[in-house]
């Protein structure tokens, strides 16, 4: 119950091409979901977070739809540039509690 | 504003030795947190600590523990390392336990022999 089920695993995408990268979960208690971008060499940095109480948050060209009847969230990528290929983690927490990650995609944006 | 610094970077160690870590937040924060990274369990929640208290731990045997100290600085430590222990420890910081954004360090790259 405590679990992220993130996929895929890996992404490769054309420059300006939209990666959609999928979560899920079980546990019902989560009310915060947020997107980490690990870059090789440095610790995760957060993209953009979102709450239960909203289904879709854009920041930029990164947007967060959150369908909550199905336990799923999603991060897409706009206008996808080379320098967003990155490993991307989706997580959980809920009441200010530990932080629950998915596993990590790997995307790779070509020229 | 600094960002959140971890000591050291990079460290080699042997089987049954023990290691600390040293975690300085951002200045003003007083909660900070560790994780366990690995290519094969991903980012595993260690501990959570606030105002000098353990608030949260995850899922560890009790060789890996960690204190913090009255200016929020963290320090974790693993005694008897195995050679599973290889990862990259990650510490993060925030304002409080609120559930609000953690903010990462670069990490200490563990590696036991």
């Known amino acids: 119950q405590q679990q992220v089920k993130q996929s895929p695993q890996s992404l490769i995408v054309q420059k300006g091409g939209i990666p959609i990268i999928n979560c899920a979960y079980e546990?019902?208690?989560?009310?915060?979901f947020p997107w980490y971008q690990q870059f090789p060499g440095k610790g995760p940095a957060l993209l953009i977070a979102?709450?239960?109480?909203?289904s879709e948050k854009k920041e930029g060209r990164f947007t967060i739809s959150f369908n909550k009847s199905a336990k799923q969230f999603s991060l897409h990528i706009m206008d996808s540039q080379p320098g967003d290929s990155a490993t991307y983690f989706c997580?959980?927490?809920?009441?200010?509690?530990?932080?629950?990650f998915g596993q990590g995609t790997e995307l790779s944006v070509k020229p | 504003k600094a960002g959140v610094t971890q000591t050291p970077r990079y460290l080699i160690k042997t089987r049954g030795q023990q290691v600390t870590l040293s975690c300085s937040p951002i200045?003003?924060?007083?909660?900070v947190s560790w994780y366990q990274q690995t290519p094969g369990q991903g980012l595993q929640f260690l501990f959570e600590?606030?105002?000098?208290?353990?608030?949260n731990k995850g899922n560890f045997p009790g060789r890996f523990s960690g204190r913090q100290f009255s200016n929020s600085r963290s320090e974790m430590n693993v005694s008897t390392l195995e050679l599973g222990d290889s990862a990259l420890y990650l510490c993060?910081?925030?304002?409080?336990?609120?559930?609000?954004?953690?903010?990462f360090g670069e990490g200490s790259r563990l590696t036991v022999l």
């Open positions: 979102i709450r239960p109480d909203v």
């Open positions: 200045s003003g924060h007083r909660s």
């Open positions: 997580a959980a927490s809920k009441e200010g509690g530990k932080l629950i």
């Open positions: 600590y606030f105002s000098e208290t353990q608030r």
């Open positions: 546990n019902t208690a989560f009310d915060y």
């Open positions: 993060a910081s925030s304002l409080d336990p609120s559930g609000g954004e953690l903010f």
